[in-house]
């Protein structure tokens, strides 16, 4: 069974960085494209960054600029660089197969932006 744990999350001001990881047990980053979601409070699942197959990053236009995803396919681990971070950034981030499998999904990670 595949397991995938993000971590990174935490309280940061507006204007702050945090980089996000998500580890996964097996090599699934090497077969699927990849995807952050996010889940801001009271709102639907987003995806705001994927990585494709063949390394292209895609970006939902809100975070464009302000967000990378990248990867280590030998280490199995996916990363979202958060930078110039606001309070609509808010929202707890998790990290899936694109398009998303249910069994996948993990607990996620909080970001919080607030000063």
């Known amino acids: 069974q595949v397991q995938v744990v993000e971590s990174g999350g935490g309280l940061v001001q507006p204007g702050g960085s945090l980089r996000l990881s998500c580890a996964a047990t097996s090599s699934i980053f090497s077969f699927y494209a990849m995807g952050w979601f996010r889940q801001p409070p009271g709102k639907q699942r987003e995806l705001v960054a994927e990585?494709?197959?063949?390394?292209?990053?895609n970006y939902q236009d809100s975070v464009k600029g302000r967000f990378t995803i990248s990867s280590d396919n030998v280490k199995k681990m996916v990363y979202l660089q958060m930078n110039s971070l606001k309070p609509e950034d808010t929202a707890g981030y998790c990290c899936?197969?694109?398009?998303?499998?249910?069994?996948?999904w993990g607990q996620g990670t909080q970001v919080t932006v607030s000063s």
């Open positions: 899936n197969t694109d398009p998303p499998i249910k069994e996948y």
């Open positions: 990585l494709t197959g063949d390394g292209v990053a």
